[in-house]
């Protein structure tokens, strides 16, 4: 991120969602979020990818 929320550690997508970048498999897909971890602890959803063609954007 180019620039980060000041309370952000980094980003995560739980599960390892098939059709995320490393998950490929065929032709399958599943949408998935990408969550914003904080220093509190805490997520948020920092994307919504719906498509193949957005996760490799």
């Given at each position: 991120m180019a620039t980060p929320p000041k309370d952000a550690?980094?980003?995560?997508?739980?599960?390892?969602?098939?059709g995320s970048p490393g998950m490929?498999?065929?032709d399958?897909?599943?949408?998935?979020?990408v969550?914003?971890?904080k220093t509190d602890?805490?997520?948020q959803v920092y994307a919504q990818?719906?498509?193949l063609e957005?996760?490799?954007k």
């Open positions: 550690i980094g980003l995560t997508v739980p599960a390892m969602p098939v490929e498999y065929q399958k897909f599943m949408p998935y979020d969550l914003l971890m602890g805490s997520s990818v719906n498509t957005e996760s490799v």
